[in-house]
Structure formats: structure tokens, C-alpha cells
DNA sequence: CCGCGGAGTGTTTTT
DNA sequence: CACTCCGCGG
């Protein structure tokens, strides 16, 4: 947004900017030692803060019993919504989890534990970067070295900021009261992370002098697109009082449904229409796929790859998060931080023969070292000899000794310690070969930090899309990629033609969303955002039969769309394809025996001498 | 105590 | 259908 804006007044490139949980970050860095805090503390992603949940109900015996206890993904979204509905547990579970109700007592303990755990390791996970921000900021010498610092303020997509984003804004400027919030309580998407439009609603109370600006013109869409995106409002239960009206002047092409057999016909027909639009001369960088979830996306992926369309993906299952990217990390972690438990956790166990018995032990014994140096020098030596894993740890110590006090820079560190962890990919993912692809890239990117410290700062807040990162500026227009995106991750970006696929029901909306109202005008507002992604041509497509565990579903069109006043503003196209249809249908085909069985085998083996 | 294989389960969106 | 948990063999 910044580099956007620069463009327009260089000025703009002095702005501090980035989401509210990278300025927290860099905050709590500068003023760490004001809330007692070391200098050195490690942000927990997503997975490490579940592992940390985990570590935690497992010391409380809470897995020993009978009866079920939920998991740990389970645990950690429960503790983390209470924080960011700011709502207590009770509360929680009642509401979305009632039958875990009986589990409220420990679940509440478990809550204190890990708050305590992470304070005795010096770990932050992502809400509590806002949550010691906030309460930072109730100091009031530090709210006013702040307010000296940061005199003006704004905050983009407000609607998707919860109670705590809003106390922060508020705190930050309440002083110097040079607040500016810009939001469209229509396209609020993250109500299951806390956000809520009532930041937008209270605005006014907080900051009375305040100008309300209403936004009505569009300056994106056609007139035909909006025509669309008004009737969906219209259907909403919660009254959009707002009516769109696009600036062009031209109407332009009305938004076109399409109707396919299945996601294959599907995703043929959208890979051919993007190879049309780019020999008329729309860009790919211009075009764009949406869907409501990735796994949406697989077959469009391979009709792109064999027709030689080059293609991103934004959103859903990241690389940084896959186990490979992860274990390289931990060990980098290690060299920054030799008291992260997590990462020694992780790197230890893929270490043949050190399950987690042992993983634990050894990591309760480098807790009496102050160094990695010592640890390697003083406590590996003693698991040298007699152990089964007695040669895997060796060659770790040999690994982090060669890195180690070494001056060198985060390149060479790296190859080092990949060098290290080659064989452990090998052994341990058949797939090695495509996962030593995304290691290399990440070599790439981390040969551009100064230090480690950075990269890792880097890596756990504002994690790299696709092994790509910061050399995106530099591409040429023309040359940029076909964006394929989950329509959460396309928020605040726009093309020219822009295609929304898999618009039936249990797709968007999604099954879950079903049994609540609420969550169900969520994913209508979800719709409202994908189609007001598009600047001048906008395609809905869906297919009947869905393949879901083998067995064949047929697939209603989305309730969004089966109502007159939207399916009035669009271009129905039936798309048959007789010929596919025919030869799925048909069955075996006449002919004569070519090979007996006994021959088919011959012949096969024949392909392998 | 580790590692493997079978059974069972829930399946989304993101900082 | 992919991932996690559980039980068994080494």
C-alpha cells in the first residue's frame, strides 16, 4: 500500500506502516524492557503456539484420562477467540463449542498455564503481541512518547479490526486526536477472528469531532458489476444502507454465470478464457482467479501448468508452514535463542531414534547451560557414546558448532545448517525432491538479511507469500503472474477481469457457516467482496457433481446467487460439453482383444529392463 | 521407548 | 482424503 501510495507523492515512502500485529512487534522491541520483558523473545506462529497448548495440557495430565479432551488446534482457537471476542472461555464454549462444556474448569486452568508458560519462556504468540501492545499503551509516559512519535494515524479495512485493534488505535490517538479510519462494515470477512463492525460504530463516541465521510462513488467497478454487488446487499439481513454508483461512465459488460458438469469442464473452460483474455491483450498480471477455499483451485492449477500459464497463489496452506520450512527454522532459531524449547522439541525429535521421552530430557537438561556453545560442548558429549541416537546427535553438534561463533554472514549460515539437514529431508519425506526446491528458494531470500535475528523477526510476522519476497516491485507488468486467491486474501486488490469459481452451496457458503445466521451473511458479505474485486468483466462459475469421498454429490447453485434480483443482473451461460460428457459417459468401448492378461504383463515388465 | 501401521475422524478463512 | 491418535512389536 505504501509503495502504491509512493507512486503518487514520494513523500509516502517515509510513512511507517504494516498490520497492526507487525507494528506491535516493533513496539514491544523498542519498549520491552518497560513490561519486563527481556529484549529476546520469540514470536510463536500459529503451530508453535498449538505445540505450546499442548505441552501445557499434557503437564497438566489432561490427556491422561479416559473421556476425550479436545486437541490442541481446538484448545489454542478456543483461547485464542475468548482473547479476541474478548469474551471469557465460558462464553466461548457455549456458544461454539457446547460439547466440550464439561471440560470448561480445566480448559480455564489451561488458559493460566500457558499464559504462564509463555511468560517463563519469553514466548509471544500472535495475540499476545496485541494484548501486551494494549497494555503498553495504558502507561500513560509511554502512550505519550508515543503520541510524540506517531502524530497522525490511520487505519485501513477498520471493519476487520477487533476490541483490542480498536483500543490501540484509540490509544495511540487519543492525545494528538489525528485519527483517520477507513472501512466498509459490508466487506467485514473476519468475524471468526474476533473483528467486529461495532470499531466502526463506536468510532464516533471515541473521537466526538470527528467527520464521517461517505463513500458512494466507486471508482473500481462498472456500473453493471455493482449492479450485482447492490442486489446482494439488498438480500442481506443486516441493512446496508448504501447503493453503489460506479464513475465510469460506460455500463459495461454484464457479469456472466456459467453452469459445468463438474470442476474439470470447470476448470478447462476458466484456464481457456484466461488464455483468450491474454490474446486480447488483458494482461495476466490484470486477470484473476477467486475461490472460497484452495483446495478449490487444484484443477485449475493443472490446466494453467498444461497450457504454460504461469500462476501465484495467494492464501491458505502457506509454505512457511509446511514441516520442511518449519525444521530449517527451528534450527536457525536455536542459533538466535538456545532456550526455545519448541525448536529444540522439533529439532531433536528428527533425530532417529529420539522420540518425545527423550527429546524432553534432553531439552530439561539444556536448560542449565547458558550458551549453545555449552550446550554442544558440555551436554552432548555425555549422550556421545551407548545411546541409539548417540551418532544423529553428534552430527547436530557438529553442525551448530561449524556455525557458531563463526563470523559469517545469514547465507552461509544457512547452507551450513541445510547442509546438516539434508539427510534428515531425505529420510523423512519421499517428496524430499520438490521440498529441497522451496529450501533453496528460502536460501535465496535469507542471503539478503543482515542477520538472523531479522530473517526470523521477518519469518514468524510477515511471512513471505510463495519463496518470493520483496522482488516483486521490480516486475515488469506484462510479465507478473496470474493470480489464482481465496477471497479473504484478494481484500483491498482489484483486476480487470476477474473470475469467482465454485459458487455453490456448501462451497460458499461454506457447510460449517450453515447452522448460523450470523456466519452465513459472513460468507454472503464474502460474495460481496469477490465480485467488487473486478474492474470491467466479472465471471461466476459452478459444477454440478462434486467428488467427496468417493462418492458423487450433485451441487445446488449458491443461495446467494438463486434469487431473482441477482440472477436478473447477470449473464446466464449453459456451457455443454457433449463431447467430454459422451466419453464419461459412454462406458467401455468396443473393440477388439488386444492383449491377454498374461501378455499385458510381459509387456509391462518388458518397460523396466 | 521408538517407530510403524491401522483405525478413525473432521473437513475454512488469517495475523 | 489427509492427518492424528492409539496399540503393538521390536
Redo the contacts with the bound molecule.
Keep these: 500500500m505504501l509503495s502504491r501510495a509512493s507512486k503518487h507523492d514520494p513523500r509516502c515512502k517515509n510513512v511507517e506502516g504494516g498490520?497492526f500485529?507487525?507494528f506491535a512487534y516493533k513496539m514491544l522491541k523498542r519498549y520491552s524492557k518497560a513490561i519486563g520483558f527481556p529484549d529476546a523473545f520469540t514470536v510463536l506462529d500459529?503451530s508453535d503456539a498449538e505445540d505450546a497448548v499442548h505441552r501445557c495440557a499434557s503437564k497438566m495430565g489432561l490427556y491422561e484420562r479416559k473421556a476425550r479432551f479436545p486437541?490442541?488446534d481446538t484448545l489454542r482457537s478456543i483461547i485464542s477467540m475468548s482473547i479476541n471476542k474478548n469474551s471469557a472461555i465460558g462464553e466461548i464454549i457455549g456458544k461454539e463449542y457446547p460439547h466440550f462444556a464439561e471440560y470448561l474448569p480445566e480448559i480455564e486452568n489451561l488458559r493460566k498455564e500457558y499464559a504462564a508458560y509463555k511468560v517463563d519462556k519469553n514466548y509471544l504468540d500472535?495475540d499476545d503481541l496485541l494484548v501486551y501492545l494494549r497494555i503498553l499503551l495504558e502507561n500513560s509516559d509511554i502512550r505519550d512518547r508515543l503520541s510524540q512519535r506517531y502524530k497522525y494515524v490511520m487505519v485501513d479495512e477498520y471493519q476487520d479490526t477487533n476490541v483490542i485493534q480498536g483500543d490501540i488505535a484509540y490509544l495511540l490517538s487519543e492525545k494528538n486526536r489525528n485519527i483517520m479510519v477507513v472501512g466498509d462494515d459490508a466487506q467485514s470477512i473476519y468475524g471468526?477472528?474476533g473483528a467486529s463492525h461495532e470499531n466502526i460504530m463506536e468510532f464516533p463516541g471515541r473521537f466526538p469531532e470527528c467527520t464521517i465521510i461517505k463513500l458512494e462513488e466507486n471508482y473500481r467497478s462498472t456500473q453493471s458489476i455493482l449492479d450485482v454487488a447492490n442486489a446482494v446487499l439488498e438480500n442481506m439481513k443486516n441493512k446496508y444502507s448504501k447503493c453503489l454508483v460506479s464513475a465510469k461512465k460506460q455500463a459495461g459488460e454484464k457479469p456472466q454465470l456459467l453452469f459445468f458438469k463438474d470442476a474439470y469442464e470447470e476448470a478447462e473452460w476458466v484456464a481457456d478464457l484466461i488464455k483468450r483474455q491474454l490474446d486480447e491483450g488483458i494482461p495476466l498480471g490484470h486477470q484473476c482467479v477467486l475461490f472460497r477455499?484452495?483446495y478449490l483451485s487444484i484443477p485449475v492449477q493443472s490446466e494453467l501448468s498444461r497450457r504454460n500459464i504461469p500462476y501465484e497463489t495467494y492464501?491458505?496452506l502457506k509454505f512457511y508452514e509446511t514441516a520442511h520450512v518449519k525444521d530449517i527454522m527451528a534450527h536457525l532459531k536455536l542459533l538466535v535463542n538456545p532456550k526455545d524449547e519448541l525448536a529444540w522439541n522439533r529439532v531433536l525429535m528428527l533425530i532417529?531414534?529420539?522420540?518425545?521421552?527423550?527429546?524432553g530430557v534432553l531439552i530439561d537438561e539444556t536448560a542449565g547451560y547458558a550458551s549453545l556453545r555449552e550446550i554442544v560442548e558440555s551436554l552432548f558429549p555425555k549422550y556421545a557414546k551407548g545411546r541409539p541416537y548417540s551418532e544423529g546427535l553428534a552430527k547436530l553438534g557438529a553442525a551448530f558448532s561449524a556455525v557458531y561463533g563463526e563470523k559469517m554472514n545469514v547465507g552461509e549460515k544457512y547452507e551450513l545448517i541445510l547442509e546438516y539437514y539434508v539427510h534428515l529431508l531425505k529420510e523423512n519425506y519421499d517428496d524430499w525432491h520438490l521440498r529441497m526446491n522451496d529450501l533453496e528458494a528460502l536460501r535465496q531470500i535469507a542471503a539478503r538479511y543482515d542477520s538472523l535475528e531479522d530473517l526470523l523477526e521477518d519469518f514468524a510476522?510477515e511471512p513471505p507469500q510463495k519463496g518470493v519476497w520483496g522482488v516483486e516491485p521490480e516486475t515488469k507488468e506484462e510479465e507478473k503472474p496470474l493470480v489464482l486467491s481465496?477471497i479473504?486474501?484478494a481484500k483491498g486488490l482489484e483486476w480487470d477481469a476477474v473470475v469467482v469459481m465454485g459458487l455453490m452451496d456448501g462451497v460458499l457458503p461454506?457447510t460449517?457457516?450453515l447452522d448460523s445466521e450470523d456466519e452465513i451473511e459472513e460468507e454472503q458479505r464474502l460474495f460481496y467482496v469477490a465480485v467488487t474485486r473486478g474492474k470491467k468483466r466479472v465471471f461466476l462459475t459452478l459444477h454440478h457433481e462434486g467428488?467427496r469421498?468417493?462418492i458423487t454429490q450433485f451441487n445446488k447453485i449458491s443461495r446467494f446467487i438463486d434469487v431473482p434480483n441477482v440472477l436478473s443482473k447477470l449473464e446466464l451461460m449453459d456451457i455443454t460439453r457433449p463431447h467430454a460428457r459422451e466419453f464419461h459417459e459412454k462406458g467401455p468401448e468396443e473393440t477388439g482383444a488386444l492383449y491377454d492378461k498374461k501378455q499385458l504383463l510381459e509387456r509391462i515388465i518388458s518397460f523396466y529392463k
Excluded: N, Q
Aim: proline share 3%; glycine share 16%; net charge positive.
Design positions: 498490520t500485529h507487525s500459529e486437541k490442541k500472535y471468526f477472528r477455499s484452495l492464501g491458505g532417529e531414534r529420539i522420540g518425545p521421552k527423550t527429546a510476522i481465496t479473504h486474501s461454506v460449517f457457516a467428488m469421498g468417493g
